[in-house]
């Protein structure tokens, strides 16, 4: 990076966290400060529900998970605009009707005290630990970049996201989310244009979309029904629906950016824009990923994307070893090429030899990806500690190392918006649960003081961003980033999902039987995940787990209502 | 306890161009989802 870059990145971030900070600096009233002005419109809350749920993560790891297993993630949000439309019909008129802060208001309204704990204590836990992921991030970025301790890092981006979400809360959220928002959209499209223009000569969009699809990296649409496969139409459509409606129905971070609002109408809107276009917004950054992978095809690429820790081990005692693999992957990156080029000419006139063609060029390729899982067995070797899992680099590699300076700038700065922007969604939310479910509950009194809930909530909302950070300064991420946080959430929305869908439509079962169902069904939830390596059959996509820790909450609910019913006639019975 | 479900009175006009009720808003987008996924399952198979 150099000055301009420099220039343009504080510019921008630091310049919509003091605009955020400042314009809501007088952010006094609990309603304001909890559900933002009662005169927002759709726009707004539809740029806000997106920002929220497109982290940094969105814009580091999608392209590198289209870059190393194709557009298929896409599936992974089959089920949301299903789930947006079921949250527009039935959720958000009742939270609307009855004023809540909180979803987690809502259970204490229709079932009781200790339901509405249970929703809020694995919201605040599941949250707060995905907290933690969103804020590791883009801290991996900036200590790439900048060559930083990757802890002060983290911490330093913390700290920033906290003073203006305190400040302003939902309002400073809403406000700064807008404009965040505003330099992700740009900053993509600038960046997919420039990928665009680096393409080999003569290959040309079509070109590329045809050598990706030929490696494998445009499948869409998988229809198979093995369960064991992570991303399919049916775990998507199913388990992609049950997440999708837990996240926006149920989880506060989403809550909390619909249920404020002008009107019903506002809110309704805004979860409908959010329908029509996350989809096509996701598919495109896969599809840049995928484009990458092309781009690499034509490229010397390295054979491990995390280039500062490969070069750390190369320079190290073991180097000969990792100097000897670069030489391997240059041959075969070159053979490759060749073996590409001669396809695409084969293609191109015609040619019968086309099939000989493309089965050399899978060769090629997969000789390629087997020297990359050399790689990391090396790395491993040299260091156990290695993360060997470095598709999360292949964006910002390409950003550094290809883009124009001044639009580098940009881009970093649009991880960084898009950091903030769901960081800051997070903590609000985080912050008004811990103050409206928790504190209010063990000081009653405290309820009519709305200075005092404020302050409250200011204080818990800066409790989580350290806790958020502490998470992402001690924990290891084995999985890409965007699995992790979409793993985390599927261990407890099932069941939160359960729990609420129980409350909706089912009015004869009460807080006791929902509450053990809840407890029962989480506790087997977190049988499946533990147990997964140890009983190979346990081994399903996390996306099913939301279908069935939803389901048995459910069954469960149902079931152990009867019998509660059935113990208190017998007690009721005259002897 | 009564039924938590919002009554239909509880509904407001979309306020959409083209669109009188909230069913119609819902219906238009199930239809712009199911085209996506046909588009995205044309394309998985013309480029596979």
């Not at chain 1, 590791?136 to 911490?155: E, H, K, N, Q, S």
């Not at chain 1, 985080?430 to 409250?456: K, M, S």
Request: aromatic share 12%; hydrophobic share 50%; glycine share 10%.
């Amino acid at each position: 990076m150099n000055s301009l870059d420099w220039i343009i990145l504080l510019v921008t971030m630091v310049g919509i966290a003091i605009y955020g900070a400042w314009h809501t600096r007088h952010t006094d009233h609990l309603d304001t400060y909890m559900k933002a002005s009662k005169t927002t419109k759709w726009g707004t809350i539809g740029i806000s529900v997106m920002a929220t749920q497109a982290s940094a993560i969105t814009f580091l790891s999608i392209p590198g998970q289209g870059f190393e297993s194709g557009v298929g993630f896409v599936q992974n949000y089959f089920g949301l605009p299903l789930a947006l439309i079921i949250v527009c019909a039935v959720f958000l008129p009742i939270y609307r009707k009855l004023g809540v802060y909180t979803a987690y208001e809502f259970l204490g309204k229709r079932f009781d005290a200790k339901t509405r704990l249970l929703g809020a204590g694995l919201f605040l836990l599941q949250r707060g630990l995905a907290a933690g992921v969103t804020i590791y991030a883009p801290a991996i970025i900036l200590a790439t970049v900048l060559d930083w301790r990757l802890d002060l890092t983290i911490i330093g981006t913390g700290l920033l996201v906290i003073v203006y979400t305190v400040t302003g809360g939902s309002e400073a959220v809403n406000l700064t989310q807008k404009w965040q928002m505003g330099i992700i959209f740009l900053g993509m499209i600038t960046a997919f244009l420039i990928l665009l223009a680096r393409l080999p000569q003569g290959l040309g969009l079509g070109g590329a979309l045809h050598v990706a699809g030929a490696m494998g990296k445009l499948q869409a649409v998988d229809f198979s029904t093995d369960p064991a496969r992570r991303y399919t139409l049916w775990t998507g459509l199913l388990g992609g629906l049950f997440l999708s409606l837990s996240y926006f129905g149920t989880d506060q971070s989403q809550v909390q950016r619909y249920i404020g609002g002008a009107a019903l109408r506002e809110g309704r809107l805004g979860l409908m824009f959010n329908a029509l276009f996350k989809i096509p917004m996701q598919f495109f950054i896969l599809l840049l990923g995928a484009l990458l992978f092309v781009f690499y095809q034509f490229q010397p690429a390295p054979v491990f994307y995390n280039r500062v820790e490969w070069q750390q081990h190369a320079a190290g005692s073991k180097g000969a070893t990792f100097r000897a693999i670069d030489e391997r992957n240059d041959a075969l990156n070159q053979a490759k090429r060749e073996k590409i080029e001669a396809w695409l000419a084969a293609r191109n006139s015609g040619d019968l030899a086309e099939p000989a063609a493309r089965a050399a060029m899978l060769e090629a390729a997969a000789a390629s990806e087997k020297l990359r899982e050399e790689a990391r067995a090396a790395l491993v070797k040299a260091d156990p500690r290695a993360q060997t899992k470095d598709s999360d680099y292949v964006f910002i590699g390409f950003i550094l190392e290809q883009i124009p300076h001044g639009v580098i700038g940009l881009l970093i700065a649009v991880m960084i918006a898009a950091a903030l922007g769901s960081k800051a969604g997070e903590l609000n939310a985080l912050g008004t649960t811990t103050t409206i479910d928790l504190w209010r509950q063990f000081r009653p009194l405290a309820a009519h003081d709305e200075a005092r809930n404020v302050r409250a909530a200011k204080w818990f909302t800066a409790f989580w961003g350290i806790i958020a950070i502490g998470f992402a300064l001690f924990a290891g991420f084995s999985e890409n980033l965007i699995e992790a946080i979409n793993i985390i959430g599927s261990i407890f929305y099932g069941v939160v999902l359960g729990i609420f869908l129980v409350a909706f439509f089912l009015k004869q079962v009460g807080g006791t039987a929902v509450f053990w169902a809840a407890v029962i069904s989480q506790s087997v939830i977190f049988a499946l995940y533990l147990l997964r390596h140890a009983f190979p059959a346990l081994d399903i996509s996390y996306l099913w787990y939301n279908l069935i820790g939803c389901a048995a909450c459910v069954i469960l609910g149902l079931v152990l209502q009867v019998a509660l019913d059935g113990a208190s006639q017998s007690k009721g019975r005259p002897a | 306890m009564k039924s938590p479900l919002p009554h239909p009175d509880d509904d407001t006009s979309p306020g959409v161009p083209g669109f009188s009720t909230w069913v119609g808003v819902y219906l238009f987008v199930f239809a712009f989802f199911v085209l996506v996924v046909v588009l995205l399952a044309i394309f998985s198979r013309c480029l596979a």
